[in-house]
């Protein structure tokens, strides 16, 4: 299942000198190569938490990266998966405050969107709104959103598509940009 | 934040480059499934993109490996091992960024990209002040350098070196200031104290004037002008400009974090200038202060010696005396301390929750075991420790809540299984996008925001306004210039006599550089014979004219926050960043190493207990109708047993996190012991001389 996520070990042969280098200066530098006898000065201590918690923070997104791979196995596994993203066009001013989603008549999520996760959204930050299971076949998706355009105004706008769901993962974007008449937003729903 | 934007944005964004040039090509364009496959990368990265924009790193990283697991990222992309590489950089795992930096930065890399990545990292090191990483890192930077962080590469290479003790090294990088103009006090103020080191003073000195005056309501640089001043002070003692030195000393805030040193330094100045009793005026000030400050504590046996020098031996006897009292007082206090550190049972007051969180201001410094850790207390090294001991803590009832959680999966993927722990669907109310979001759900409320409330904030006023350095507050600290001093009236019949001149009559060391406090300052007198003052009078005349600056604080400064410099990006790197950015506006690097470690794990500590809840969500949806996936069983018992075993690393974490502590606590308090017997030595040998003066009188 799992492959080589970028090939740092075949380049690791041929860095290793500079490698070793680096590992040196980190750990021998600040005086971790002690003499059995002596005890650890406080910066050799600070290294050592420093270096114990890089290993617990590798080992949580190790066992993170586990459970999301089970989820999407055991609850929406690739074939039978959709998967919808919201993302904004380049400048475009409009401020997302909530969507909803629903398929096939049914409200599968809400979001209502921090300002935190809005900002990102401005910044190119692409939102992973829904994972879930969807059985091939014809399916009709609705999309509700609200927010506030560029005239300072609340908005509030609904699309439904119908999209026909094949034999492997679906993923659906919906795009939210500014009209062409610079205020009015308009969002469009993109299969991928 | 916003700092950090540009530079991620553009290495996501660059990955992107290669697609984007596939949908311009007419080939791609003429089948769909590449224009497919094209978006749906950048989605990917987008969403990476999302978290990392939230500073959850966990999340980008955790959701990038898996869509390359997945095959969904172009096969072995150095783009996406760089991406990657940099956000753990930002994560905090440098280490792990190091070994990738070196396995991916090769010749093939573009100079700015390769470049970026060598700053983020060498600036990761030092902040955690491994110093000679730092400057290998350096050492890889070659060619272009990107235009927005020119400034600070500079500023960082240069701070890397005074740290290094290059500091002629130092200055001369610091001659021509290429950065941005926010940044530009902290270089010339670096430039000063690089050259006060070489003993050029005076280059040294028009440096440090370019800050010393500088005008701004921000406390970092209310400290920087500070530092700049008593720099400054110390250099015009060194020339004998001593009417500028006290000029400098006077431009110091009566409140902030080494006002203590330049009102010493202010009464040496007078000192030297002849003017003893003008130089009681600071010093009876600062007696006057808390003892838990050393500077405090010198100053009751300059006090005496000054009224020794004149004449009033009576004075001078009442206070040797009461010197000796508050040495031994302090003394007795502080083998208590130490003995109170070594049982452990102060390292837990010192790491306790509330005293770093909740409760009233000073309460931990306040308490007997803990008043000499005031300045520890209010570092920012100590916060982190104490905030990342905390989210440990945290993390261990996520990872027993982990523990269950995976119980009741396992019992649930067993035929006949706990029928309990199943449910058919996910309840619609459920937020599938933060289920499947690859961490803790990102927002104000997610826990990231930096806890603002503290306690165990030392009672003395200038490890207040410290405090409120380290944490940014930016508290308003009007700037107030020591008081003209009066002169005071001699006792009668006294007779003022010209101090003759001393290796230390209140001028620093020849050798002193400004540096921070040494180890063991004592030790670093030279003998009574060189700080002999009239009439063969021996006084003792401790660190008192050392214009250094207070505790372990260095001379040099860095920012915590270093803003990019995006206004001066060229032409060139403008249109390179159309190519690969997205939105508009985001045009910075993001700041490696600024984000304390405390908030680094307390974003571990939430993304550990999403990941469990996850588990318990995962039990609940299971259902015997979900498609059969090989081995469950033997992945949920694998998954248990990492989560076992990572409940002991965690302890381990905990343990030397104490350890570490521990081991803080005990350096300040034996460094102020030895300081302390010092002065309890010198005080009781100057109290028997003054008491054989008056009996021969």
Redesign the interface.
Known sequence: ????????RR??N??LQ??V???F??MT??GLALASDDK????D??T????????????????????????????Y??G?QLVV?V??S??SAVNVNSISLEVDG??????VY????A??????????????RLHDGAHAVDVSLSGMGTDGQQFVRRQSVKIVKGSGRK?M?LNIATGDNGTEPQFSI?E? | MPDR?PEF?RT??RCSMLWVLMLLNPMALADPREN?SG??Q??L???A??????QDY?SA??RL??A????MLPP???D??IL?ARLKLA??????A???F???L?ENVPDTVRNRAWYELAKA?FH???S??AE??LDHIRGEIPQDIRGDHQLLHATVLLALNRNRQAAQLLEQWKGAPELADYAHYNRGIALMRTGDYANAIKSLERVADLQSEEEALLALRDKANLSLAYVFAQSGSLEQAQARLEKVRLQGPITNRALQALGWVAHKQGRSEAALVPWMELRGRSPTDPTVLETLLVVPSVYRELDSLQVATRDYEAAVATFSDELRSLNDSLESVRRGSTVSLLLQKDAALGGSPGQASARPETRYFGRLLASRNFQE?RQ?YSH?QS?LQDIDKGLDNIDKLARAVQPGGDPDSRSTA?P??M???Q?????PA????RGRARDKGHTGLPADPEWEVEWERREGQQAEHPSRGIPSLPEIELPEGSVLEGLPESGFAGLPEPEFTGLPGEPEPTALLQGPEDIGLPGSQIVWLPEAGRFQMPGNDPDYAYPDAVAFDASRARQADRRQRMRL??????EAGFNPGAEP?GE??QE?AA??G??TD??AR?SR??DAE??G?DG?EG??A??RE??L??RG??N??IA??E??TQ??AL?ELKHRRHQLEGLLEQANLELAKTYDQASDN
């Open positions: 299942m799992k492959r080589s996520l970028y090939p740092v380049f690791l041929a860095s500079s490698v280098s680096m590992l200066i980190v530098g600040n650890p000065s406080t910066r201590r600070f050592q938490v420093d270096r114990e918690i890089q290993a617990v923070k590798q080992e949580v997104l190790e066992i993170n990266r586990e459970i999301l791979l089970l989820e999407e196995q055991l609850l596994p690739h039978q993203f993302s904004l380049n400048n049914q409200v599968v999520n809400q979001h921090t300002r935190s996760e900002a990102s959204l401005h910044k190119g930050g692409i939102h992973r709104l829904y994972a879930g993923v974007e993109h991928w | 934007l944005a996501i964004f497919e978006r749906l950048e989605l990265y987008g969403e993109l999302f978290h990392f924009h939230q966990f990283i955790t490996q898996l390359d697991e997945q095959g072995s992309s150095t996406t091992g990657l994560y905090g795992l440098d280490i792990d190091a070994f990738d070196h396995a991916l090769n090191f955690k002040g491994y000679e990483a290998e890192a420790t990342g440990l993390m996910i619609p109310s937020s599938a996008a289920e499947s979001s690859g961490g990102a927002g104000e409320g950015i997205s939105a508009p506006g985001v470690v680094a794990l571990l993304a550990l999403s990941a996850r588990v995962l949806a299971f979900s498609p996936v469950l992945r949920i694998a998954l990492r989560i075993r990572l690393r965690v381990n974490a030397l996190n350890g570490y081991a803080l350096d």
